[in-house]
């Protein structure tokens, strides 16, 4: 198992260039802070990307006529083995605020910096669903790194899914976004998106 946390490791750290600066500093610190190294930081940040989890999660979002003031919301389930089983005992609910951007809620695990499930102040609700894809590169900012800056920089769904559209990917996902008037699904591979 040491070779293959080992090696893992290793990999996680081709990542580190398409990391955006800030988050970069922020794992430093928590690596610091820690005292972990950052090769562990960065392999659980990036786990599901070297993984590539097969498709377990699901999303729903209802609005218009279904709801009683025409207000969207969004459900989803998180079915990671890995993420209901050792950790579940572990999940948190942190509020970021970033120096820049916009404020977040991300539920997550400790030592965890990026977002699959999360909400930012403008009500833009955010839930990484994996799927399967053969397009994938280590060559790309993790998804669950990307889907964070997204929510950061975009104050609605539209521009919360430009965000995550333009920036390098690394393996599919299927990505549900809910704000109050509006929600779509984002299909990704780690070059393309719709």
């Given at each position: 198992a040491?070779?293959?946390?080992g090696l893992l490791k290793w990999l996680a750290r081709g990542f580190w260039p398409y990391i955006p600066p800030h988050l970069q500093q922020e794992m430093l610190a928590l690596a610091a802070g820690a005292e972990l190294s950052l090769g562990?930081?960065?392999?659980?940040?990036?786990?599901?990307?070297?993984?590539?989890?097969?498709?377990?999660?699901?999303?729903?979002?209802?609005?218009?006529?279904?709801?009683?003031?025409?207000?969207?919301?969004?459900?989803?389930?998180?079915?990671?083995?890995?993420?209901?089983?050792?950790?579940?005992?572990?999940?948190t609910l942190f509020l970021i605020e970033p120096h820049r951007g916009q404020r977040l809620a991300s539920l997550a695990w400790p030592g965890y910096v990026g977002v699959c499930t999360g909400i930012n102040s403008s009500g833009v609700a955010l839930a990484q669903l994996s799927a399967m894809s053969r397009d994938r590169t280590l060559k790309g900012t993790p998804a669950a790194l990307r889907f964070r800056q997204a929510l950061e920089e975009g104050d609605t769904v539209t521009a919360v899914a430009a965000r995550v559209l333009a920036a390098p990917g690394t393996i599919g996902n299927n990505l549900m976004l809910c704000g109050p008037r509006e929600a779509l699904v984002l299909e990704l591979s780690a070059r393309q998106g719709t």
């Open positions: 040491l070779p293959l946390y562990g930081i960065l392999l659980l940040n990036g786990l599901d990307d070297l993984a590539n989890n097969s498709p377990r999660c699901s999303a729903l979002a209802v609005g218009d006529s279904r709801t009683d003031r025409g207000d969207y919301v969004m459900g989803r389930n998180l079915d990671y083995p890995v993420f209901t089983g050792p950790l579940t005992e572990f999940q």
